[in-house]
């Protein structure tokens, strides 16, 4: 689904929503996802570091592709061993600014300071690193030519994506907003996505041509609205669960004084 077609369709379903009288349907867009396994879900070979959309009917994978990405934002994300995401704090786009509220009452999952991580033992920084992940997340469209495993070459064009980057990824793009020129911004050039080979598992990696500066089309406005509105929409989710976790604290801790007291009264009667 190319940027214009992924407006279109989340404003037409938010119009229904809004008609029906039920919650704004969330909006969905690619991710951008790395072959790791040397194979694709039928078990056809795939060369490994190949990037592909998760959204695709037919994978298309490349080596290579060009992204401009409108959005980026933080989050910690708590995990169970699976992997499955547990809870959540809301989307930032700098953590220094607001407090990271998350679905279950507490702030950052319930990851203590980096102060206080650097005071514990070494296992409990372990135990911390694995549950709650710090999280990068980059929105934008991306353009890149690349083949299906049967060898077709295909031309995918201005479509929405979103990447989440963690661990030893965390910090992969920091490098391209620290060398933005005075006054310039990431969302001002055309960036070069590949992978690159870490140990087990591949990262993306990210160059900028600076000699060329991405334009920024009313079609390319509309993506970006749609990025506010799911970010509005997920903060919203998780700041109503926050708000319901700590309603149910409170109200757990009143009964817990209530009872505590009449047990108090009781003996004093006694």
Known sequence: MNQVALANEAETRNILSELMGEEEQKIKIDFLKINHDGEDKQGRDVKKGSLSLSNQAEPVYAQEAKIHVLAQYFQYREQD????????????????????????????CGKPTRKSLNQMTEDDQKFWSGKVKTTRIIRGVINYTGKTVDGNEVTVENVPFQHYMKGSGYNDFESIVESMPYGKKFQDYI????????????????????GTQAAFTPELASTAKVFVDMARQENSVITSKY????????????????VASTGDLASDLA
């Open 81 to 108: 061993e699976k992997g499955k995401v547990q809870n959540k704090t809301v989307l930032m786009t700098d953590f220094r600014k607001g407090e990271p509220i998350d679905m279950k009452g507490t702030l950052r």
């Open 191 to 210: 960036i070069n996505v590949k992978t690159e080979k870490r140990g087990k598992y591949y990262y993306t990696t990210f160059s900028v041509d600076f």
């Open 243 to 258: 708000n319901e976790a700590l309603m149910e604290t409170t109200s757990d801790t009143q009964v817990y004084e209530a």
